[in-house]
T-cell receptor, first 111, second 116 residues
Framework: RKEVEQDPGPFNVPEGATVAFNCTYS??????FFWYRQDCRKEPKLLMS???SGNEDGRFTAQLNRASQYISLLIRDSKLSDSATYLC????????????FGTGTRLLVSP | DAGVIQSPRHEVTEMGQEVTLRCKPI?????LFWYRQTMMRGLELLIY????????DSGMPEDRFSAKMPNASFSTLKIQPSEPRDSAVYFC??????????????FGPGTRLTVT
């Protein structure tokens, strides 16, 4: 079983749509969680951290369910520029920031 | 700031050749990471340095891979001899690690390696 699992997609949505991505992780000792964004043939970049109480950054909302070991990302009012791969990332908290990446969910937003 | 710098950006080599990838982390960062990304396995951590010292190399696939960090501003990842299955994008990332705090890792643009 992969340590961090995501639906690879692609998710094809029209502009303005709301889309949600889910992710599950296997290491129950994990303490911190993130969503990274990776554009085609580019490096990953931090989109947002995920906090236990849930957090929002503009059109993006992240949720964490520790009991189910489940993380989600909701994007409202999708823009063409949101087209990218979204990586679910877990810090295994072994004394340093050891990030374990999911293989990513691809999002395509069309006009 | 220039960000994390990697070279070369693309490398095509023949099986059996030595490959050296280079990374310059962001000035002031004390942690450096080497990752490998493939379609099948996604992004995998190969090795992590803190204050130029290798802390975790459990992700290094085999003895053909080695990494060094001779000073705070330079690191290399070497593959000798290279094999076709080493073809991937290799990313270097750096961060400022403080006790009890997870700070963002900044990735370089990557080196796309093709071994024929």
């Amino acid at each position: 079983r992969k340590e961090v699992e995501q639906d690879p997609g692609p998710f094809n949505v029209p502009e303005g749509a709301t889309v949600a991505f889910n992710c599950t992780y296997s290491n129950s000792a994990s303490q911190s969680f993130f969503w990274y964004r990776q554009d085609c043939r580019k490096e990953p970049k931090l989109l947002m951290s995920v906090y236990s109480s849930g957090n929002e950054d503009g059109r993006f909302t992240a949720q964490l369910n520790r009991a189910s070991q489940y993380i989600s990302l909701l994007i409202r009012d999708s823009k063409l520029s949101d087209s990218a791969t979204y990586l679910c990332v877990v810090n295994e908290n072994t004394g340093f920031q050891k990030l374990v990446f999911g293989t990513g969910t691809r999002l395509l937003v069309s006009p | 700031d220039a960000g994390v710098i990697q070279s070369p950006r693309h490398e095509v080599t023949e099986m059996g050749q030595e490959v050296t990838l280079r990374c310059k982390p962001i000035s002031g960062h004390n942690s450096l990471f080497w990752y490998r990304q493939t379609m099948m396995r996604g992004l995998e951590l190969l090795i992590y340095f803190n204050n130029n010292v290798p802390i975790d190399d459990s992700g290094m696939p085999e003895d053909r891979f080695s990494a060094k960090m001779p000073n705070a501003s330079f690191s290399t990842l070497k593959i000798q001899p290279s094999e076709p299955r080493d073809s991937a994008v290799y990313f270097c990332a750096s961060s400022l690690a403080l006790a009890g705090e997870d700070l963002e890792q900044y990735f370089g643009p990557g080196t796309r390696l093709t071994v024929t």
